[in-house]
């Protein structure tokens, strides 16, 4: 059973950070490319960003500079660090991991970011 479980969500001030955390079981984690999506209120879900098997990032616009996602595949666990938070920001936040045709979603973490 293929299960992505985040944490590390919550309320935090303008220019606050966090931490997300993705732990990953039921799959080789290692082979996999993992994201972090955010949806707001009323909008799609996009890309915020995304590390490939063999450590490659790529960004949304409005993440890079601020945002870092890193592996450790000897944890099964993908991190978003995020920093210089704005109220834009405001989102459920979900990991994806996808190999070949595989794609698997968490449940997903609540970030509030108040001015």
């Known amino acids: 059973q293929v299960q992505l479980v985040e944490s590390g969500g919550g309320s935090v001030q303008s220019g606050g950070s966090l931490r997300l955390s993705c732990v990953a079981s039921?799959?080789?984690?290692?082979?996999?490319?993992m994201s972090w999506y955010r949806q707001a209120p009323g909008k799609q879900r996009e890309l915020v960003a995304g590390?490939?098997?063999?450590?490659?990032?790529n960004y949304a616009h409005s993440a890079k500079g601020r945002f870092t996602i890193s592996r450790d595949n000897a944890k099964n666990t993908v991190f978003l660090q995020m920093n210089s938070l704005k109220p834009e920001d405001t989102a459920v936040y979900y990991c994806?991991?996808?190999?070949?045709?595989?794609?698997?979603w968490g449940q997903g973490t609540q970030v509030t970011v108040s001015s």
């Open positions: 039921g799959i080789t984690f290692s082979r996999y490319a």
């Open positions: 994806n991991g996808r190999f070949l045709s595989l794609s698997f």
């Open positions: 590390i490939t098997s063999d450590g490659s990032t």
